[in-house]
């Protein structure tokens, strides 16, 4: 069983997909390192706005029930992948955002992404999140964790 | 330096047994493959091939897809066979694909493939084939690679001269091999003069999403129907097939169907019969045949019976249809890809015609025939001759072009493949094929305009080609490199089935649109869960319908009781993956079908029926992380009329809340 997993987690890091990344890993990495706690991704700078933008949040729990929530709880209880509740507090939105749009990248060389993989033993799927979707999701997660 | 000595006795024995075991087939590899071919074929690790090669599998029923020039093997997929690997023909989705009038039919046989093109060229949108057996044509997706629809022949005796397309796909054919009493008529075999018929069905593709439809069919004199081309360029409009045992024979074809030195090609004239059908002169008949699609939102296919077809007689109609005399038992009948000269040849004959579009509309201009065959016009050979290509090889069967104006025929009984020039007739080369080769594919061959490149020989005979495997061997194909003026023998590779024809098509036309998903979003199945959340388990009378979800990797629900002997229980598989090459299967124990396979954003159903009370374990069967082996659940089943509640979970502990 160990070598199965050793086995499944090097072939899930060899880059034998040509066209399964976006964009040069390299030089987005280094673009990226100014600020290592906002993740790797296209996600530069997020606006938050306050109150709470309602539509967003109707959208974001939408997508969260069908890509989601198979693995994410919305209390701070891991199953397959961590619980949401307090995520908002603990990550850049940023983060977050790369976390769900970029996650192949992000596992391959965000150590906080690599930490969460150590811990889960299972790597995020690339579930196909728009950016505007990630954004939508982001304002369900900070409605979850008590925002108003 | 014993043990030295002894490595050079038994690398000369070798060498020696080579040489002795050479020397008694025609020609072997080592005298053939020469110089650079290992590099010519290497594709290295993470490189992709240059060309798709579309393959029949014959009697397999299916279509394998290579890499061209490694040789390598990328899919089987699955068309006219049942699947068990992917559930193809076992889900409850995709079994309606394969019914026809005759009900359910799980098998055919696979011969030819025709790629979509637009003015006469590749466009990379679709694959059609034909089912040889119980009449059939198929249309594949060129963006998913798999099969979208299947449309049955009525009125044919088995569908050879199929599936091939007019320049702009606007229609496909569908000729019967065998003429048969139309009507399911009972009458005695012997008058087959009487009362056989043969029949050729014009499909219309639907240029947008490329539903077939029989448009018209022409009723033909009863003898055989055996291959056939669409003209292109200036023949454009006209259809050419070949016909065999025009001695109408009835028995022991092989000998009755043999006697006539000269057999024909048919030209027919599409757009003559387009103009009598919009003139409303065909006529309704009542048939029946099945017309299956499958939709690739709701996931599933639906199965409709047609009942009627305009037919047109083309005795009735003396501008359709023309015959032109070819040699014996014609078999390929080619357009180049100018589309003025056409290919016929005669498989018994010690020369192949080579006949001119432009000199058949002169002979057809100047009523110059040499009679008639049951009213059609009998066109001079003479006159609608560009000329023979003389002692080609023994047994012709299949021309290929190139984008230099070759022709690369394939000689099955002296196993070989010559290479011609279209205007001069004059031969040019020849090399050895191991062993008999049926057909053959230039990458474009057929069209407009040929990729050129390369030759790939469809060998009947492997003998001693692979590593032994009992009496039943693996097909051998051959790679030639045509780029040079010598064609070069580069590659064996094995194949599956039994191919007949093939195409291939430079992987930069289909790449770029290849399906890596079906959105979840889009997801328009009746049953699918979008989501956990939609996870549950129904009761409707004796069937249980599980709402089941996959992802990485856990089913929901994975715990099912208050099940009952008696019921049947469907599982709708969703897969949440909305990840490239993320597919989940779901097996479960004693299931008397087979598993499922699921692509991500996907729904697929499998039937089961429990036979015995107790504890069922299901899995997923494909290998999808590292906790693949954790992805199972348990269903009771409880005796017939016991008050087991119904209920389902994941993750909960009985005792907690």
């Excluded at chain 2, 002894?6 to 020609?27: N, R």
Aim: hydrophobic share 35%; glycine share 8%; net charge negative.
């Amino acid at each position: 069983m160990l070598s199965l997993i050793s086995l499944t987690m090097l072939a899930a890091c060899a880059p034998d997909r040509p066209n399964a990344g976006g964009g040069d890993p390299a030089k987005t990495a280094v673009e990226e390192i100014a600020d290592p706690t906002k993740g790797l991704g296209q996600i530069k700078s997020v606006t938050l706005n306050t109150p709470l933008e309602q539509e967003r949040i109707g959208r974001g729990k939408a997508i969260y029930d069908m890509k989601c929530s198979a693995c994410h709880k919305l209390t701070d209880q891991r199953v397959v992948g961590p619980g949401w509740k307090d995520v908002t507090k603990k990550r850049k939105p940023e983060w977050i955002m790369n976390m769900i749009t970029n996650v192949d990248m992000m596992l391959d060389e965000d150590p906080e992404a690599q930490k969460l993989l150590e811990l889960c033993l299972m790597r995020m799927p690339n579930q196909n999140v728009s950016l505007g979707d990630a954004r939508d999701i982001l304002e369900f997660m900070r409605e979850n964790d008590g925002e108003k | 330096m014993k043990t030295r000595t002894t490595i050079f006795k038994m690398l000369a024995l070798l060498i020696g047994t080579a040489a002795v075991f050479s020397s008694c087939k025609p020609k072997g590899p080592a005298d053939v493959a020469m110089g650079d071919a290992a590099s010519k074929v290497y594709v290295a690790p993470g490189k992709y091939d240059e060309f798709y090669n579309i393959v029949s599998g014959g009697f397999n029923g299916q279509i394998a897809v290579y890499g061209i020039p490694s040789g390598r093997l990328f899919k089987i997929l699955p068309v006219f066979s049942v699947f068990p690997e992917s559930g193809y023909g076992y889900s409850e989705e995709t079994k309606p694909m394969l019914n026809t009038s005759h009900g359910f039919v799980p098998w055919d046989d696979l011969h030819h493939i025709a790629l979509s093109t637009t003015k006469g060229e590749h466009d990379g949108r679709w694959i059609f084939a034909n089912g040889n057996n119980t009449p059939r044509v198929a249309r594949v997706s060129f963006k998913s690679f798999r099969t979208e629809e299947i449309l049955e022949i009525p009125n044919s005796g088995g569908n050879h001269s199929s599936p091939f397309i007019t320049e702009n796909t606007e229609y496909l054919v569908a000729g019967t091999r065998f003429s048969i009493p139309m009507d399911n008529k009972d009458v005695p075999i012997s008058s087959y003069k009487e009362n056989f018929k043969g029949s050729i069905s014009f499909v219309k593709i639907d240029p947008v999403n490329g539903h077939m439809n029989i448009a018209f069919q022409l009723r033909t004199p009863g003898f055989n129907y055996d291959l056939s081309r669409a003209g292109k360029g200036p023949s454009h409009g006209w259809f050419f097939f070949s016909c065999y045992n025009t001695e109408q024979a009835y028995t022991l074809l092989e000998v009755n169907a043999s006697q006539k030195d000269k057999d024909f090609i048919m030209a027919v004239n599409w757009k003559k019969a387009e103009e009598y059908i919009a003139q409303g002169k065909g006529k309704t008949e009542k048939v029946r045949y099945a017309h299956n699609t499958y939709d690739d939102k709701t996931h599933s296919a639906t199965s409709k019976m047609e009942n009627e077809v305009l037919v047109l007689d083309v005795s009735e109609f003396p501008d359709i249809v023309y015959f032109i005399p070819c040699a014996k038992s014609p078999h390929g009948c080619d357009v180049d890809p100018t589309g003025e000269y056409i290919v016929g040849s005669g498989k018994l004959a010690a020369m192949m015609p080579v006949f001119s579009f432009t000199k058949i509309q002169n002979a057809i201009a100047n009523k110059d025939y040499e009679g008639d065959f049951n009213g059609i016009p009998v066109i001079k050979y003479e006159a609608a001759l560009h000329g023979e290509v003389k002692k080609p090889g023994l047994g012709p069967l299949h021309t290929e072009f190139d984008e230099k104006g070759n022709a690369y025929t394939s000689m099955f009984v002296s196993s070989e493949i010559v290479k011609w020039n279209v205007k001069t007739l004059e031969i040019l080369d020849r090399v050895p094929t191991y062993y008999s080769i049926g057909h053959l594919s230039v990458p474009g061959g057929p069209t407009a305009k040929p990729h050129g490149k390369y030759v790939i020989a469809y060998n009947k005979i492997t003998k001693d080609r692979y590593l032994p495997t009992g009496p039943e061997l693996s097909q051998s194909a051959q790679l030639y490199d045509i780029s040079g003026d010598k064609m070069r023998l580069l590659l064996d590779f094995p194949t599956v089935g039994e191919p007949h024809y093939a195409e291939a098509i430079p992987a930069s036309m289909i790449t770029p649109t290849s399906t890596k998903i079906y959105k979840i979003e889009e997801n328009e199945h009746q049953y699918a869960a979008k989501g956990e959340a939609q996870a549950k388990v129904e009761r409707k009378g004796n069937e249980i319908h599980v709402y089941m979800t996959a992802i990485r990797s856990h089913l929901t629900p994975d715990n099912i009781e208050g099940v009952r002997l008696g019921d049947e229980v469907f599982f709708h598989v969703t897969n949440l993956e909305q990840d490239w090459d993320v597919p989940h299967g779901f097996a479960i124990k004693g299931a008397a079908n087979a598993e499922i396979l699921i692509m991500p954003g996907e729904t697929q159903t499998l039937k089961w029926k429990p036979l015995t009370t107790g504890v069922v374990p299901f899995y997923c069967t494909d290998f999808c992380s590292a906790l693949h082996q954790e992805m199972s659940g348990y269903i009771r089943i409880s005796p017939a009329g016991s008050n087991t509640p119904l209920k389902f979970s994941t993750g909960k502990i009985e005792g907690q809340p």
